[in-house]
């Protein structure tokens, strides 16, 4: 079972900075795609910026040119380095990845996994 845990968030500024962390653990494979989501109160989940294996990387329009997605393959982790911050910016940040882990006597599947969310409030 792999497990993905954020860390970084926090209350901050309109204007200020914060550094998002997403570590993940169990018998892993390979990760293809990792993200960052976010939730605000009443609003649906969205996708704020998303990195693939070799790098390529895509954001919420909204973002672009304030928030910066990296991963570290060595490590498994994925970052998302936010700065500029709005209030609208206020959410639960959910880190998310996809891959292949390993399963008893050699076997392999495909995995799905969220973490549980780490809350950024800015203020104004």
């Known amino acids: 079972q792999v497990q993905l845990v954020e860390s970084g968030g926090g209350l901050v500024q309109a204007g200020g900075s914060l550094r998002l962390s997403c570590a993940t653990s169990g018998s892993i494979v390979s990760i293809n795609a990792m993200g960052w989501y976010r939730q605000a109160p009443g609003k649906q989940r969205e996708l704020v910026a998303a990195i693939t294996s070799s790098g390529s990387t895509n954001y919420l329009e909204s973002v672009k040119g304030r928030f910066t997605i990296s991963r570290d393959n060595a490590k498994k982790m994925v970052y998302l380095q936010m700065s500029s911050l709005k209030p609208e910016d206020t959410a639960v940040y959910y880190c998310?990845?996809?891959?292949?882990?390993?399963?008893?006597?050699?076997?392999?599947?495909?995995?799905?996994?969220w973490g549980r969310g780490t809350q950024v409030t800015v203020s104004s």
């Open positions: 998310h990845a996809d891959g292949t882990t390993y399963v008893n006597f050699g076997g392999r599947r495909p995995f799905d996994s």
